[in-house]
């Protein structure tokens, strides 16, 4: 492996055990007695002892972090304080509707970003350049709740093309669950490739300017030919750290939008086990969509020593 | 560029400048909103009258009314003044310990400067909602909560925004021949680099301002931040979503203050950005 | 009469789009070149010279507009369409550019960034075009050819670069290759092996050459014609021996005098040398008359009104200028 991809892997196994211990000490730490938490001011110091002791809450700190980075690895998350079974389950069953929502948005922004952003760039200053600037603009201002709200009554409450929200489960058929998917994935993505948009096109525009797009003309290619063989794969490396950066933010309004499509992902998994006290569920929750980031950065990372080989032929 | 005469042309050229102009407009339009809901609003934006639940916009009520009979034009001046708020506060918060940790790091480099660039590439990993969530867990959903939050999630920003600039002006000979004459660099930071970062930071604090009231409303919007019946914007969605199907000009007007008042933030950055930035301001 | 030239360019301007409004920036300019001949435009940075040669490509940066006539093969090029502008860029004619660092495509390898006129013009598969290129690779003088055709420009120094640059140059084995500073961003080591090769290389294919450069000497020793160019006209052109035999405008004399010389049989080798008073002038405002008046010692009030007429100095030589009586020391007004 190169020392930059070696590098970065270091890197990435540092930032997931900083993440972990932020997760553990704010959560774990700062709340108190979880016991007094969820078993309220009225319990006795035995249910209290029990409590402690059933959930490993008397150790010191310390090996409570380490146990429970140990069973984070094996896959174990803990027991939920109010279901009072392994979190893993219950999050493993909404994450199967968060990481499609958010994988699909993704796809859709880049899909977007990328067309609208080269198109923009290669009409610099023509209509359909002024048009998708002034649409992007407005797009960025758009909070993405209001936007799938008015999704909502465009599509469901006037159209009625779509059902205003809820999922029916993969269960029963994947159709079905997928075109409940679908206004939510828009709604997410339109922010995002709004911004995307703007970043292509400043990318696009940036390279259109290099002394080897000139060369490249003068080889005799065509303003198309020099745009899709020479400008696109120069231009993309900007945008990818972009997207990476994205990822966070589209994670993080998967988690708004499912509210307002009452989806059942992990967003509302988080909500109900903040009104129970539920540490652990939150705990899991957080410090697993905190992981996610933070490796589909990584991956971002790798990436670009595909798409540049001045980074996979350093050999420091 | 030099101080004496700019200002007049810096504020000739910003009348002409599209973005500047248009973002400015809104933004104060907001800010209006804001000040003239602290002395007036046309019914008290908590009143409820529960016989004119859901009226249609009328000359009575010019935005209607919402699912309590409260005037929503009175709901949407004082939400104003919540979204101003909170932005003010986080956006403060992330500049001034954003700004000092940036102005650190260019001023000490090494590890000081390595430290603080892995905890800005690191924060990346907990977007605003998710600190709020955390927060939220702990000590119940709150304005304050926001604020945290969205601090948070600012000050990496600051920081690593502002030791770019501060790097930038250490470099410059004037700074060498301040340290030559053996100033020392907490000196020479307050003396030179700020001054000469000052517009960065406005440009950045701008753009910040319009991310947090984006953050502020999704928060509210979710319950984990501003919590009636303090009117606010996202809170304010949230209720209009119960009653989409019944009353769904509710939704409508809410999200136009939020989207006037990020628009209008965001136009007045690019803006800033382009009047302040000497490599662009001649072309313009 | 002598056959019709290869190329010739008849009353070309160019005019740029500025902040403070349109500027010509070529102003009439007009010359020809035979088949095989090498020509060299001479001047400092912003006469010009650059613009002329995108302009003959067809290659102008947007807000640029050229106007007037370049004739190459029956047609006007100034007035062509894009795809049949397409078809002879690269092929017919070819040009390299000042910047090796930055004129290659830092994500494609060597190989395939030289065969992409081959597979564009000559219609070669990829591999034909690779096998190609390593014969080209190998013309320019790059050792172990096969293996760097998978090099990245960033693997390679500045000298093998631009090496580089002219094998995709000559791939088409063009009848024009148009050099702009092609040595300028080099180390002067590196410059004189360059200079070598595109001499060599202009000599072995027969194909014409025009070298832009703002060095008197690298024009002396690589070309047959030279044009100076001063804001944006040529203010005299002709056969190389004969204009450095006979330096008739005042510019082009300041630019001899500013030139270093260490050759040998020169009268004071270390005398200090000579500079062009003033600078480019404005091509916002510019003078209606003698654009060099300004600058020059020569200058009398008829240089400041009247516009300089063509003056021909000897065979094929002329000079745009009032005081050739002075510079020659010819005492006869023309």
């Known amino acids: ?316 | 560029m030099s101080d004496g005469r700019s200002g007049s042309s810096f504020l000739r050229r910003a009348f002409r400048h599209r973005s500047f102009v248009v973002g400015a407009t809104l933004t104060a339009f907001v800010v209006a909103m804001a000040l003239l809901s602290l002395i007036w609003t046309p019914y008290a934006p908590t009143a409820i009258n529960i016989r004119r639940r859901m009226a249609m916009p009328s000359a009575d009520h010019w935005l209607g009314t919402d699912s309590f009979g409260r005037d929503v034009l009175s709901l949407i001046l004082a939400g104003a003044q919540n979204s101003l708020t909170v932005g003010v506060l986080a956006v403060g918060c992330g500049i001034v310990l954003g700004s000092t940790l940036g102005l650190l790091a260019a001023a000490r480099r090494g590890w000081i400067e390595e430290l603080v660039m892995r905890f800005a590439d690191f924060t990346f990993a907990f977007p605003a909602i998710l600190s709020a969530i955390m927060l939220a867990a702990i000590f119940g959903p709150s304005t304050m909560n926001s604020v945290v939050a969205i601090a948070i999630f600012n000050i990496p920003v600051f920081a690593r925004v502002v030791r770019g600039s501060a790097n930038a002006i250490w470099a410059r000979d004037y700074i060498l021949a301040a340290r030559s004459a053996g100033k020392g660099s907490t000196r020479i930071t307050i003396e030179h680099v700020l001054p000469n970062i000052l517009a960065v930071i406005v440009v950045q604090a701008t753009i910040q301002f319009a991310l947090a009231i984006l953050a502020e409303a999704a928060l509210s919007y979710l319950g984990l931040g501003t919590q009636p019946p303090t009117p606010s914007w996202g809170r304010m969605l949230n209720e209009a979503q119960a009653m989409v199907f019944r009353a769904p000009f509710l939704a409508v007007f809410p999200g136009c203050a939020i989207a006037i008042a990020v628009l209008g933030l965001n136009l007045l950055g690019d803006g800033l950005r382009d009047l302040t930035d000497p490599r662009l301001s001649r072309q313009r | 009469m002598t056959p019709a030239p290869l190329l010739s360019v008849n009353d070309l301007r160019v005019a740029l789009q500025t902040a403070r409004g349109a500027v010509e920036a070529v102003r009439g300019l007009s010359f020809t070149l035979d088949k095989g001949e090498t020509l060299g435009i001479v001047g400092e940075s912003g006469c010009g010279k650059s613009l002329t040669a995108l302009a003959l490509m067809g290659l102008l940066p947007d807000g640029a507009v050229a106007s007037g006539a370049v004739r190459y093969g029956g047609h006007n090029l100034l007035t062509l369409r894009e795809q049949q502008l397409c078809d002879l860029r690269g092929n017919r004619l070819a040009m390299i550019f000042q910047e090796p660092m930055t004129s290659l495509n830092p994500l494609h390898c060597i190989g395939d960034q030289i065969a992409e006129p081959l597979q564009q013009h000559l219609k070669l598969s990829r591999r034909q075009a690779r096998d190609r290129a390593v014969d080209l690779l190998d013309r320019v003088g790059i050792p172990n050819p096969r293996q760097r055709l998978d090099a990245y420009p960033h693997q390679m120094s500045g000298g093998q670069r631009q090496r580089a640059m002219i094998a995709m140059a000559l791939a088409c084995d063009p009848d024009i290759l148009i050099a702009d500073e092609p040595t300028t961003a080099l180390d002067v080591t590196i410059q004189g092996q360059i200079l070598d090769l595109i001499r060599r290389l202009v000599d072995d294919s027969g194909m014409a050459l025009v070298l832009i450069s703002h060095d008197l000497g690298v024009i002396a020793e690589t070309v047959d014609r030279v044009l100076v160019m001063y804001a944006g006209r040529a203010v005299e052109a002709g056969p190389v021996r004969e204009v450095f035999a006979r330096l008739a405008h005042p510019y082009a004399r300041g630019l001899f005098a500013a030139m270093p010389r260490i050759a040998p049989g020169q009268s004071h080798p270390r005398a200090p040398l000579a500079t062009i008073a003033g600078i480019v002038p404005d091509l916002h405002d510019l003078p209606s008359a003698c654009a060099f008046a300004e600058r020059c010692s020569l200058a009398e009030p008829r240089c400041r009104v009247e516009f300089p007429p063509a003056v021909s100095i000897g065979p094929d030589h002329r000079a745009e200028c009032w005081r050739t009586d002075q510079t020659l020391g010819t005492g006869t007004s023309p």
């Not at chain 1, 923009?120 to 048009?131: M, S, T, W, Y």
């Open chain 1, 1 to 316: 492996m190169p020392a930059f991809l070696l590098k970065r892997f270091a890197t990435l196994i540092a930032t997931l055990l900083a993440t972990s211990v932020i997760v553990f000490l704010v959560l774990e730490i700062l709340p108190g007695d979880p016991a007094l938490l969820v078993l309220g001011i009225d319990a006795t110091d035995e249910q209290l002892a029990v409590f402690r002791n059933q959930y490993g809450l008397d150790r010191p700190v310390l090996d409570r972090y380490l146990d429970w980075i140990a069973h984070l690895a094996v896959g174990d998350f803990g027991i939920s304080y109010a279901y009072k079974t392994p979190v893993w389950p219950l999050i493993a069953e909404r994450l199967l509707l968060t990481y499609p929502l958010a994988a699909s948005a993704m796809l859709l922004t880049v899909v977007l970003a990328l067309a609208l952003g080269v198109y923009a760039a290669a009409q610099h200053n023509k209509p359909g350049d002024l048009a998708i600037m002034g649409i992007s603009q407005l797009g960025i201002s758009l909070p993405n709740f209001w936007f799938g709200l008015l999704l909502i009554l465009l599509f469901a409450v006037n159209l009625g093309w779509f059902s205003a929200g809820g999922f029916p489960g993969w269960g029963d058929g994947i159709l079905a669950a997928a075109k409940s998917l679908i206004l939510p994935s828009i709604s997410l993505a339109a922010v995002q490739a709004a911004i995307l948009t703007r970043i292509t096109r400043s990318s696009v525009l940036e390279v259109l300017r290099e002394d080897f797009v000139r060369t490249a003309r003068a080889k005799g290619l065509s303003r198309q030919a020099v745009l899709w063989r020479h400008v696109l794969r120069n231009a993309l490396i900007p945008v990818i750290t972009v997207i990476g950066l994205q990822f966070g933010n589209l994670l993080a309004g998967a988690i708004v939008v499912e509210q307002v499509f009452s989806l059942p992902g992990l967003g509302r998994l988080i909500f109900q086990a903040i009104s129970n006290r539920d540490i652990e569920v939150v705990k899991a929750a957080v410090v697993l969509l905190a992981f996610t980031v933070v490796t589909v950065n990584f991956i971002v990372d790798v990436l670009y020593a595909v798409i540049d080989p001045r980074l996979k032929g350093r050999d420091v």
